[in-house]
């Protein structure tokens, strides 16, 4: 039950990152923040304390509030719009939006910033093309395949042990980039400065859109795969487009790789690619394949 009617937080705002312990109130009601938080509406994601949710609900408060209205990005990100992206995704699962993602890429000033337009453009289809294809069109917020769900644990590593086999302890892939596996969901979280939290509730990657897109570029910037080198490395590098499914999935999907299926899945992400570029109006750049 709620405490009696106190005086009311500062009101939330979906475009304001809360961290654990913030405070905030909506529609008469005060919150606090379980955890880092970013655009989940505290009137339908909250609990009690050890719910999961993000916000834990405090108390009734005297009189309500009007949330911030969620900001227009407007204009486009490295010559993407809201249109544009809507364009190339429309039957995508309303978990992601345009500009959600606009405010996950804030948080890596070099996604996509090299200065150089082409460029820039360059990196953000090669991005959403390899996208694209890890989740189904942007469709798949959770891996579909739910007979792995609890495979994704290695009970032998004690630094990330293995929970209960409810949904929200497995650590499947989720997101855009369906990071999976305990060391990704605990490298993430560090690098976020999230600490444990991913770890104690990977489903925050199916939950929350802001964490979710960060993930996907997390993984874009930082992660070197079979390349030696992370995709966002090898555009600014030179090193082509075919150099990120490398890093992203080369042991699957590029010659030499240890576990090689052939070509297929390596040309339907050159063919996305060479769609959005064209959709940019820039060029796709050498080296497509891998």
């Given at each position: 039950m709620?405490?009696?009617?106190?005086?009311?937080?500062?009101?939330?705002?979906?475009a304001?990152?809360?961290?654990?312990?913030?405070t905030v109130?909506?529609?008469?009601?005060?919150?606090r923040a379980a955890y880092w938080t970013q655009g989940s509406n505290p009137s339908t994601n909250s609990g009690p304390v050890n719910s999961g949710q993000p916000w834990i609900t405090d108390s009734v408060c005297g009189g309500g509030t009007t949330p911030t209205p969620t900001p227009d990005p407007g204009g486009s990100f490295a010559g993407l719009s809201k249109a544009q992206f809507e364009s190339w995704f429309p039957s995508r699962s309303s978990f992601y939006q345009y500009a959600d993602f606009v405010a996950a890429a804030a948080y890596y000033p070099s996604f996509a910033k090299s200065g150089n337009a082409t460029l820039d453009k360059q990196e953000v289809a090669a991005f959403f093309a390899n996208l694209q294809h890890e989740s189904d069109n942007l469709k798949a917020v959770r891996e579909y395949n739910t007979?792995?769900?609890?495979?994704?644990?290695?009970v032998n590593w004690v630094q990330v042990p293995c929970k209960s086999n409810n949904v929200g302890d497995q650590y499947f892939g989720r997101g855009p980039i369906?990071?999976?596996?305990?060391?990704?969901?605990?490298?993430?979280?560090n690098a976020m400065g999230l600490g444990e939290q991913l770890v104690n509730n990977p489903e925050l990657l199916a939950t929350n859109a802001t964490i979710a897109w960060r993930s996907a570029i997390w993984y874009w910037m930082t992660q070197p795969g079979r390349a030696g080198?992370?995709?966002?490395?090898?555009?600014?590098?030179?090193?082509?487009?075919g150099q990120t499914i490398n890093a992203i999935n080369g042991n699957r999907?590029?010659?030499?790789?240890?576990?090689?299926?052939?070509?297929?899945?390596?040309?339907?992400?050159?063919?996305y690619y060479t769609t959005f570029t064209q959709n940019l109006g820039v060029p796709t750049g050498p080296n497509l394949s891998c």
């Open positions: 709620l405490a009696t009617t106190a005086v009311c937080y500062a009101p939330w705002s979906p304001t990152a809360y961290s654990g312990g913030a109130s909506y529609n008469g009601v005060n919150y007979a792995n769900w609890p495979l994704y644990c290695d369906q990071i999976s596996w305990t060391s990704n969901y605990r490298s993430l979280g080198r992370s995709a966002h490395d090898s555009m600014v590098g030179g090193y082509g487009f999907e590029c010659v030499g790789g240890t576990a090689y299926q052939g070509p297929a899945q390596m040309q339907t992400r050159v063919n």
